[in-house]
């Protein structure tokens, strides 16, 4: 156990708190079992470790960060070291990789129950499944979703600056005002192109030259560890589901034909409908559907996108297509508080509301003249008119 608290230790003096994600506001961390769980990559592990740093200083000794992928747990279980912490007065648990221990739901609801004094917070993949029936955690845990880094965090922490983030309702109403107000600081149009390529995981930082590497390892341990894992996947499938990445990420945007797809790349349609929910689910695409409620798994989907735009130039950098960047961002940037769906008349669906055709600066509203609630999403542009909103602003949404 002094092993764990040394590492601990060691993990938590090399933490900068220069750079504070804008989630960290968001998180209720007075509540008793919080989840926060995410793709790899985006952060999870540096945001806790901050958070103990700018927030439980005086509680350091009571507190202890433990990633459960350690091999520390080959030989002892974490129920122990939970009872021999609390007996030395832990007050504060935080547990990383909770997917990678066998029976972790359970545990969870057990540390939960038998120690009401002990405050947990706990993250995990993206497949991370909280309302578990027999470990009953959905009335237990506040679980939050953590994304990479908006345009908004890119530039501040680029630029060293400030700006808030900004609500949707905000940017349709007054996005002159604020498209004038942010490029008196900055031009964005200038940064826009960098945060498409390489800002969407906090990583790129950290060795520019090697981002792309480490990103492909990224989705190689999504797909070759993670889908086995925690989703029974068939290791055989793993090429065919890259080639799939790679059609995916050179598309117009890519609008899927089963039929075509599972003749190309050698699977039937039931399989291949339940692993293209499997790469939604592990956050390598989105996809939409015309009518997000109720969606089945083996339900087609109406368009699908790399989750982020930097994953495009990863998988494809020398066919990335500008019309699929654009709509890729815009889903990725509105999925993270909006519901967002396919329609037939425009390029997407917000809210069950707004109307929005993405584009470069020439876009038209063509399209979707005859709604009342329609827009442009324009790229290429510092400001807009009307109904017609720059691209990048809605990298302020978060």
């Known amino acids: 156990m002094d092993a764990l608290f040394e590492k601990y230790r060691q993990k938590l003096a090399f933490t900068s708190t220069t750079f504070v994600r804008g989630v960290m506001d968001e998180i209720n961390w007075q509540a008793r079992l919080i989840g926060i769980k995410g ?8 945001l806790m470790l901050q958070y103990i740093k700018l927030n439980l200083q005086h509680e350091v000794d009571s507190t202890l960060y433990i990633s459960l992928d350690n091999i520390w747990f080959s ?9 021999q912490f609390v007996k ?5 648990l935080f547990l990383d990789e909770v997917h990678k221990y066998p029976e972790w739901s359970r545990s969870l609801k057990n540390i939960y129950d038998d120690y009401p004094n002990l405050n947990v917070v706990f993250t995990g ?11 009953d955690l959905s009335r237990r845990a506040i679980v939050y979703t953590m994304q990479g880094l908006s345009f908004r965090e890119y530039l501040n922490l680029e630029l060293v600056t400030n700006f808030k983030k900004i609500e949707l309702q905000e940017i349709l109403q007054k996005h002159s005002k604020l498209a004038q107000e942010i490029t ?12 498409l390529k390489h800002g969407y995981y906090p990583f790129y930082r950290e060795q520019p030259n090697l981002y792309f590497s480490r990103l492909e390892e990224v989705i190689n341990m999504m797909l070759e560890i993670e889908l086995p894992a925690l989703r029974g996947f068939d290791h055989a ?8 990445l790679y059609i995916i990420s050179t598309s117009v945007p890519f609008i899927p034909n089963i039929n075509k797809i599972s003749e190309r790349i050698g699977l039937n349609r039931v399989t291949l409908l339940r692993y293209l929910n499997y790469l939604h689910e592990i956050k390598l695409t989105h996809n939409l559907y015309k009518d997000a409620k109720g969606i089945s798994k083996l339900q087609k989907p109406n368009k699908i996108f790399l989750e982020n735009t930097n994953l495009m130039y990863a998988l494809a950098p020398d066919h990335t297509n500008p019309g699929n960047l654009r709509e890729s961002f815009f889903a990725n940037q509105l999925t993270n508080s909006h519901q967002i769906e396919f329609a037939e008349e425009a390029d997407f669906i917000i809210d069950h509301l707004y109307a929005f055709e993405v584009g470069g600066k020439d876009k038209g509203i063509r399209q979707i003249q005859n709604s009342t609630s329609s827009f442009i999403a324009a790229d290429n542009i510092e400001y807009g008119l009307d109904n017609k909103i720059p ?8």
């Open 125 to 135: 993949s993206s497949l991370l499944e909280i309302l578990n029936a027999r470990a």
């Open 237 to 244: 499938y793993i090429p065919k589901l890259k080639q799939l």
């Open 391 to 398: 691209l990048w602003l809605f990298g302020f949404l978060y």
């Open 75 to 83: 030989e002892n279980k974490l129920v122990d070291l939970i009872d």
């Open 184 to 195: 008196a600081q900055v031009k964005p149009l200038k940064h826009f192109s960098d945060y």
């Open 39 to 46: 793709p790899r990559g985006v952060g999870k592990t540096t």
């Open 88 to 92: 030395r007065g832990g007050k504060y």
